[in-house]
């Protein structure tokens, strides 16, 4: 389950249940490898951060709910969305819905 609320005080409050093409958990690392002109590498790992993670949140949804997301999307800067025991600041980068099959695309900022 998912929660998704403006960071300023609003009335939306949006909760979706997400499917298994949703993609909450994933991190990494900031680590790049160059090649070297001997035929070796240089590997530089400058650690992790939240703010690498993108959630893509993939839900069916009715007409109304995705009336309230688009509406959030064209309106605020940041969310707040709860999921699998976080509470993360993110940026909205895009919305796409299909016959009430939303996929969502959040950048963590905090």
Excluded: F
Excluded at 81 to 94: D, F, H, I, M, Q
Aim: glycine share 4%; aromatic share 4%; hydrophobic share 35%.
């Amino acid at each position: 389950m998912v929660s998704i609320t403006p960071q300023i005080s609003s009335e939306y409050v949006v909760k979706l249940k997400e499917i298994h093409t949703s993609d909450l958990n994933s991190k990494s690392r900031r680590v790049s490898r160059t090649a070297t002109l001997d035929g070796g590498s240089v590997t530089v790992d400058s650690g992790y951060t939240d703010t690498d993670r993108t959630l893509v949140i993939d839900a069916r949804v009715t007409k109304s709910v995705q009336e309230d997301l688009e509406y959030m999307l064209e309106n605020y800067t940041l969310l707040n969305v709860a999921t699998n025991g976080e509470c993360l600041s993110c940026a909205p980068k895009n919305i796409k819905c299909n016959n009430g099959a939303l996929r969502l695309v959040l950048l963590v900022t905090e």
